[in-house]
């Protein structure tokens, strides 16, 4: 399971970690992301802290953000790139996924061509 993060993106989520709750002594605190099925082009990004990982989350690192994929949304997920964008129009994580055959405006949600994912049906 490959997802990326840009240098920005790791650097915000490191903060968002920091930010979330006091140091523990817990190792798998981390983001996690996943695919609901919704939005404006009928799939759409889920990410959440978490210090407690689903048994069957694919778990990778990418420099010091640990990263938990759902493991029904890996395949939608397979080669993206979450970037952090800050700018005066646009400010927030940017998802660059390969898998994506249509986007909505808001880059937040997304169409494939294959909507035969497990637990996660296309509308």
Known sequence: MTVTLTEKAEFHLRALLRGSEPETTTPTKGIRISVKDGGCSGYEYAMEITS?????DVVSQEGKVRIYVD??????????????VDGVMESGFKFINPN??????CGKSFKTVDCTSAGTPCT
């Not at 994506?100 to 405006?105: F, L, S």
């Open 52 to 56: 407690k990982p689903q048994p069957d």
């Open 71 to 84: 493991a029904k949304s890996a395949s939608l997920l397979e080669g993206m790139i979450v970037d952090f």
């Open 100 to 105: 994506a055959t249509e986007t909505c405006g």
